[in-house]
């Protein structure tokens, strides 16, 4: 709450509710639909990539896919559903020892946490990605 009452405009930005734009622009109000459209479709590719990985052991592709799954439920605002396949991801991605793919989702596992108004864990899940980043690239 904080950050919001602090940033008020960037709060809105990223939680705002957009949709009341469409009734002012019916274009805009198609060619969002085209683009949730084709999200919907990616998504559903990916998890049908998702359930051909899973018969295998935990790879690369597998955090890869997983992590693609995450983001595309953060792009629709599906918090939950970008929680779960980020956490899927971070497990997936360290079974293979890649730590890359592992901090990637630990970003869409931040962002997913701040959806869900849980600021502790979105920092200290930023906090880390930063500290392995700040290590690596000094």
């Not at 622009?25 to 060619?31: K, R």
């Not at 592709?61 to 992590?67: E, H, V």
């Not at 890359?100 to 200290?124: D, F, H, P, Q, V």
Request: charged share 20%; glycine share 4%.
């Amino acid at each position: 709450v904080g950050f919001a009452l602090a940033h008020p405009s960037y709060y809105r930005v990223t939680f705002g509710d957009f949709r009341h734009l469409s009734t002012c622009s019916p274009a805009l109000a198609a060619t969002a639909g085209t683009a949730f459209d084709v999200l919907k479709d990616a998504l559903a590719s990916l998890q049908t990539q998702r359930a051909e990985l899973l018969a295998r052991p935990d790879s690369l592709p597998l955090a890869m896919c997983l992590t693609a799954i995450a983001s595309a439920h953060l792009m629709a605002g599906r918090w939950h559903e970008a929680r779960r396949a980020s956490h899927e991801a971070i497990v997936s991605a360290e079974r293979v020892g890649h730590r890359y793919w592992a901090l990637i989702a630990r970003e869409n596992l931040a962002t997913a946490e701040k959806g869900l108004c849980r600021w502790a864990s979105a920092e200290e899940d930023i906090r880390a990605v930063v500290e392995y980043t700040r290590a690596t690239f000094r």
